[in-house]
């Protein structure tokens, strides 16, 4: 793979939601392509399919079937067809290769803080790789908690923390398995301004120190301004791409 | 392994699943005592339908059968027979010493060579203690001590002499009734009888109390023979001391069968041996010597031997006499010793074939048979009920997973499988299923062991007597926990609630994790 091909990208991705007897279209052909390190925000209203293109991107569900005449529709991790892939390999993907983090931070109420995070260790190892890795595991854990000033919230359960450090406990869990790409759905939108701000500076220190993939949705113009390109989604559709000049790969 | 942990979690910070645990102790529990208090009924009724009758029975009604010392001993020489005694057996009357009269089941026995068939020596109640009962907490046992009122100077190990030879100091034949026949022991809640004061009415009309110990004084029993055709002959009636009370265990033989000495029973029914006679045709006979009509007199033309009714055979130890094939196996030698005995005396005692060769097993059988049906219908019932213990379950499940629905969209983002979701839901209703059968074990176990005591304090406080020893044969409730039963009953209680739990965890399994992060 060369320096400017995609780690991940969509091409003439469709996504129909049923509501009852109603086919309601979200995405309506978006084709994108996100660059090994590169921090994109995707911006738009409510409704216009900025989560659902993230969940797209994580494997969390999958694209509409286009016809095959003219269907070329697919998403792609290093080159890989997501739709290629079985349940157990997307579920191993999302594992390994992604890290979420969501608005309401989605934390496990009734894990502490340290076990919040190793969850996600216990969900990709299983019972025998944990018990083995157990120790490097809960080291690893601590050390971001601690990266993050949590150092002393370890024991603490969710309810008794911030929602900024909240939202610093579910990057942390994102980012126990080391992923190569971090999804975040409007992570500073259930914030105010100032712990936002320390948020994005998180996340703009992680993409740096260890070349993290960013994308990050937001209706918010001031939090999409953090990143490099911001795709602007209007009505299912790309509406604007102002990808910088070094690390743009497709356009719609 | 987050199933583990989130199982662990989920169990100890939840409300809903305590109420499910709730659901499957009491479900268990109720099983458990119900099954180990049925069970242990049936086997106390197995072990002491026994206690008096021996392990086969040997038996010609009503006229019964001569040389039955001989069978005794033919039986006694077999290496699987330990003892082997005749008796009598006949329905009869007795008045008690305050005009009751009962209707009863007498049977003559030799004290002695009975006590080496059965239990009857253990049953003799009135003996010598040398401390006090282990529930006799007030110590209100009449034998102990020696100031006890008229009990004083009182001896014990006479009383228990006499009653197992059922012989007087003088020398008298004596009867040993049931400890309930008379009603004039009182059954205290410790189990210690004492003798009470009962209201008669008097020869006036008025009611009248009697303090009386039944063992000092007689009964007057009446019995009726019967002719070799069955048909009864006359009345016998006689007065006889009373040497002890026998308690078995069995309030239906406590209170209906008196032992009475096995030669009185046996002159009375006209079963000793007697000459046997002919009489003449005609009255007067022609004397040719004399010329003269004389009177005729009877010709006495052999000997009827003594005969008794039954022959009473226990096994020898180590011969396995509990189950229905081994019983089967040893009556079947029974059997055969007394075809050989029946064929050396042919035309003298029953044939072989309608000789009444019964276990311990036949003679019990229908009782055995409707306590067994009885168990099953009790645990078929509350098997029933406890099966909604996985609808309880079900709707908890189910509930659950609907207020944690985001909890698995967030597992399924982290990478977690279908497969591994369900294995979770799975595995928190068998964790929910081995708790409350763990502790519904506990709990049974304790209720059991406690029983008796438990129902004491209902009865006292509550006045609540469940268990009435008039309608369920013994005193005391088994109280014995069959851990056999208890594996199974703990397994059920697990397998409930997975069976409960399988359809919520396959629900979360199949959840679209989108529309689980998008739950409000």
Redesign the interface.
């Known amino acids: 793979m060369n320096e400017t091909a995609p780690i991940i990208s969509a091409t003439d991705v469709h996504k129909t939601y049923r509501m009852g007897r109603v086919r309601v279209p979200v995405l309506k052909g978006v084709s994108l392509g996100i660059a090994p390190g590169e921090w994109v925000a995707v911006l738009g209203a409510s409704g216009s399919g900025k989560s659902?293109l993230l969940?797209l991107l994580?494997g969390?569900?999958r694209p509409d079937k286009t016809d095959k005449k003219n269907g070329s529709a697919r998403i792609e991790f290093e080159g890989r067809a997501l739709g290629r892939m079985s349940?157990?390999e997307l579920?191993?993907?999302?594992?390994?290769r992604i890290g979420?983090v969501?608005q309401f931070y989605?934390?496990?109420p009734?894990?502490r803080v340290l076990?919040n995070v190793t969850?996600?260790a216990?969900?990709?190892?299983?019972?025998l790789g944990?018990?083995r890795h157990r120790k490097e595991i809960v080291n690893r854990a601590s050390g971001l908690l601690e990266a993050f000033g949590l150092g002393h919230r370890l024991r603490h359960r969710p309810g008794e923390l911030s929602g900024g450090e909240r939202q610093r406990v579910a990057i942390a869990?994102a980012l126990i398995?080391e992923p190569r790409v971090l999804l975040a759905d409007e992570p500073t939108g259930n914030l105010d301004r100032a712990t936002g701000e320390s948020i994005l500076d998180a996340i703009d220190d992680l993409r740096e120190r260890l070349g993290l993939t960013i994308i990050m949705v937001t209706h918010d113009q001031h939090v999409a301004e953090r990143a490099e390109r911001v795709i602007r989604l209007e009505d299912g559709v790309i509406a604007a791409n102002n990808a910088p000049p070094k690390k743009n790969i497709l356009r719609t | 392994m987050y199933q583990a942990l989130l199982t662990r979690k989920y169990l100890t910070t939840k409300i809903m699943p305590l109420l499910a645990i709730a659901a499957v102790t009491l479900s268990v529990a109720t099983v458990l005592v119900t099954w180990s208090v049925m069970g242990g009924f049936l086997n106390t009724l197995l072990t002491s339908g026994r206690s008096m009758i021996g392990d086969v029975s040997i038996y010609w009604p009503n006229v019964g059968f001569p040389y039955y010392d001989e069978l005794c001993e033919r039986l006694e020489k077999d290496p699987r027979i330990k003892a082997a005694c005749p008796i009598i057996e006949s329905f009869g009357v007795i008045a008690l010493p305050d005009d009751q009269v009962h209707g009863v089941m007498v049977k003559g026995i030799d004290g002695t060579r009975f006590a080496r068939v059965t239990d009857y020596e253990r049953t003799l109640w009135w003996r010598p203690l040398d401390r006090p009962m282990p529930k006799d907490t007030d110590r209100v046992d009449p034998r102990l001590g020696t100031d006890k009122g008229y009990f004083a100077g009182e001896d014990w190990a006479a009383r228990l002499e006499a009653g197992l030879t059922l012989t007087e100091p003088d020398g008298s034949a004596a009867a040993v009734p049931g400890i309930e026949l008379s009603g004039w022991n009182i059954r205290l809640p410790s189990g210690v009888y004492i003798p009470g004061a009962p209201q008669r009415p008097g020869r006036d009309g008025k009611a009248r109390g009697i303090n009386l110990f039944l063992p000092d004084g007689e009964i007057t029993l009446h019995l009726m023979p019967l002719d070799k055709t069955g048909r009864g002959v006359e009345m016998v009636t006689r007065t006889v001391p009373v040497a002890n009370e026998f308690h078995s265990g069995i309030y239906e033989a406590d209170s209906q069968v008196v032992f009475v000495r096995f030669d009185l029973v046996q002159r009375m029914l006209n079963m000793d041996e007697a000459e046997r006679i002919e009489r003449p045709e005609s009255p007067f006979v022609f004397n040719p010597k004399t010329g003269r009509l004389e009177e005729a007199h009877t010709e006495v033309i052999g000997v009827d031997p003594a005969r008794a009714t039954t022959v009473l055979v226990r096994a020898a130890d180590g011969v396995p006499v509990h189950s229905e094939e081994d019983i089967e196996a040893f009556r079947g030698v029974c059997e055969s010793i007394y075809a050989e005995f029946a064929a050396d005396h042919a035309g003298e005692v029953p044939g072989s074939g309608s000789i009444l060769v019964r276990s311990w097993r036949d003679m019990n059988r229908t009782m055995i048979s409707a306590v067994e049906k009885e168990t099953g219908l009790v645990l078929f019932v509350f098997g029933l009920v406890c099966f909604t213990t996985v609808f309880l379950v079900l709707a908890i499940f189910w509930s659950m997973v609907s207020e944690k629905t985001k909890d698995i969209g967030i597992l399924r983002a982290l990478g977690g499988s279908t497969a591994g979701i369900t294995w979770l839901w799975l595995r928190y209703g068998g964790a929910v299923g081995a708790v409350g059968s763990g502790l519904g074990l506990l709990a049974a176990w304790i209720v059991v062991r406690n029983i008796n005591e438990i129902h004491q304090w209902l009865g006292d406080n509550l006045g609540l007597v469940i268990w009435d020893p008039s309608v369920y044969y013994f005193f005391k409730i088994p109280s014995d926990m069959d851990w056999q039963k208890a594996v199974v009953v703990v397994a059920a209680g697990v397998g409930t609630c997975l069976f409960g739990a399988a359809l919520p965890a396959l629900r979360a399994g199949l959840m679209d994790p989108v529309r689980a992060l998008r739950f409000e």
Do not use: C, I, Q, S
């Open positions: 659902t969940h994580g969390l569900d349940r157990g579920d191993r993907y999302r594992a390994t979420f969501f989605h934390l496990l009734e894990l076990e969850v996600g216990m969900v990709r190892h299983g019972r944990y018990t869990r398995n």
